[in-house]
């Protein structure tokens, strides 16, 4: 697995952290459709962010100046999304659940009273995991037990040999989550992290990850939220590399053993999550992504 341009490699990144300021700010967000799941990202948030989301007219300037348009309604949809697949997963009590890039991931904290024996495998860099460690630690979460942090240096590591020092199995029934990781990686750590993942899936394994389009690569410029998104990402020393065509997903999982679950873009996602009980879309969601689930055949 390559390790040129990824964020799973590196220390925890702005990126990382606004994500995580993003999903405590819709824990506190009473709007209907707004209301977020992850109360471990609000109670590991520093002091100063905790003020800063008491003002809605403070956040919505921290949102218009680092974040763009649709961006906030997205995370909000991407984090109940992928909740959702977390929780199916040790519904069926899939044998493990590997997080790549796990970065500021509650859920195995959050579902730990849904787990009937799943271990979970959370991956990244030593510094990122470190850091997360330690606002649990200063917050007194319980570390449930049947999570493995397993800290790597791609320069210096394989990831095979990383996860089977930590225990995990191959051959077993897995879900693999790359959440806000794909757009960072090079097209040749794609092909090896997915050949990596379809290698060691059992069948009726799961995948879910989110990716950005072709065209916004290509600053195209015709997405919802598109205008200006690639110059923050950049800015911030984290350049999207990889992306697919919006018809691309099936083709590119079935190199890899896997059949296309589910697709979800902009529209898919408002009409998921941002329906309310009238019936309305009351929250417009950025249009540069989609989701995908998919199943090892």
Not at 3 to 23: D, P, Q, V, Y
Request: charged share 25%; hydrophobic share 40%.
């Amino acid at each position: 697995m390559e390790s040129e341009n990824t964020r799973i490699e590196t220390k925890s990144s702005l990126t990382a952290g606004f994500m995580c300021l993003s999903r405590a700010a819709s824990y506190k967000d009473k709007r209907e459709c707004y209301l977020g799941p992850d109360n471990v990202a609000y109670i590991i948030l520093p002091t100063f962010f905790k003020l800063l989301l008491k003002s809605r007219l403070l956040f919505k300037l921290f949102n218009w100046l680092y974040f763009s348009k649709g961006l906030y309604e997205y995370v909000i949809a991407r984090t109940k999304y992928f909740d959702a697949v977390f929780i199916e997963a040790l519904e069926h009590k899939f044998d493990q659940i590997l997080i790549f890039g796990a970065g500021y991931d509650s859920r195995a904290l959050r579902f730990s009273e849904l787990n009937k024996g799943t271990s979970i495998f959370e991956l990244d860099a030593p510094v990122t995991q470190k850091e997360k460690l330690k606002a649990y630690q200063s917050k007194k979460l319980v570390i449930p037990k049947n999570l493995i942090s397993i800290p790597i240096d791609f320069n210096k590591e394989k990831l095979e040999d990383k996860i089977r020092q930590a225990g995990f199995i191959a051959g077993k029934q897995s879900l693999f989550l790359l959440e806000g990781v794909t757009m960072y990686l090079s097209q040749d750590a794609i092909d090896s992290t997915f050949r990596f993942i379809s290698d060691v899936s059992g069948t009726g394994s799961m995948i879910v990850f989110d990716y950005i389009y072709g065209g916004v690569l290509r600053r195209e410029n015709k997405y919802y939220g598109e205008k200006g998104m690639y110059k923050r990402v950049a800015k911030v020393g984290e350049a999207w590399t990889f992306a697919l065509e919006e018809n691309e997903a099936e083709s590119f999982l079935s190199k890899y053993g896997f059949l296309l679950k589910d697709h979800s873009g902009s529209n898919e996602l408002e009409d998921r999550y941002f329906r309310n009980s009238k019936g309305q879309i009351v929250g417009k969601v950025n249009g540069t992504h989609a989701i995908v689930t998919a199943i090892k055949r």
